[in-house]
């Protein structure tokens, strides 16, 4: 966005309300039309912040894409949070996130109110019974996909955890975010202990 | 105060699913169906349904329907924006933390560990919503069982492993498939 860069101050404060303003009808239009969650998000803004408004260069957007998938909560909420911090700063952020979440609780709202008459209607009860057939399946097949791939690393370490997560909550009905904490902090003391062993002596110093 | 409750159980989703996606799933059932009992375990799986056939993240999409359902718009309001305000924070932190040392290595190691677990309490949700299709809310006992909904699992489940089937067209396949069998059948 060579064009954007102003040497008059004055310039500035308009130039600003039109990116923030580009930035919302961006985020608003990924996030209206894209199916299939977070990966496929961030290749639409990829193409369209990189690419198209040559706003991030495509090292940087890598690292953001990294970012948002090892943070906490939604891929398409974080890379919206770390797009719009780095065209905008906070305002940027809000407008990005607001533009993010704005089409599925519009979306979800009319269904919400639709669902009770909706779901009373018999075919449409057989449509979706049919369909709660099909997300199971995509759900386990991406679990298949996602458990080989743990599987394949050839860890006994990683291995043992996912056995042991999977009988916590299937078997033993732990609380999730118990186990989420546990994974976390057997994932710190292996990186510690792993460390250690590199470094022998030198750990401490 | 119900908002604050809303508020406070979509914080908790927010803040601990990691690694996108599925990763909401489990937290989701644990606070709005196991801990809370907003939806039964029926209109969960509704809700997964519903939420992979729209845009935007399982997790906004549930905060929205539990939302409107427990206590209409605000309380949908309060709900996304409890799962969204972890983000904001942790995000903005890390971003910050990045953009300082530009290394992550222990972030790196903790994710690595956090992922097994993660797949399995996927596959955990993945099976309580295998068995609310098979028996709804019954006990698991043949004679409760839809074989129906059973065959069109397995027909779906290999259409997307061996052919790799898009995922949506597969949903809306076994829904007309259940509806058109139905409606054969004159069972409707």
Known sequence: MEDSRMED?????????????????????ISAFTFGGGFVIITFMKRKFVDELHWIDENEMLDLAALAQSSPGAIAVNAAILVGWRVAGFGGMVTAVMGTVLPPMLILTLISFFYQAFAANPYVALLLKGMQSGVVAVILDVVWGLGGKVVKERSLFLCVVMAAAFAATAVFQVNVILIILSAAVLGVLRALWLRRKKEGDRWFT | MVYLKLFLSFLKVGMFSIGGGYAAMPLIQSEVVTGHGWLSMGEFTDLITIAEMTPGPIAVNSATFVGIRIAGVPGAIAATFGCIFPSCIIVSLLAFVYYKYKNMSVLQGILQSLRPAVVALIAGAGFSLLRSVAVGEEALLPENVNWLGIVLFAAAFFVLRKWKWNPILVMLLCGIANLGIHVILGSV
Do not use: D, I
């Open chain 1, 9 to 29: 101050g004055r310039m500035e404060g308009s130039r600003k309300g039109k990116a923030l303003v580009q930035l919302f009808l961006s985020t608003l239009y």
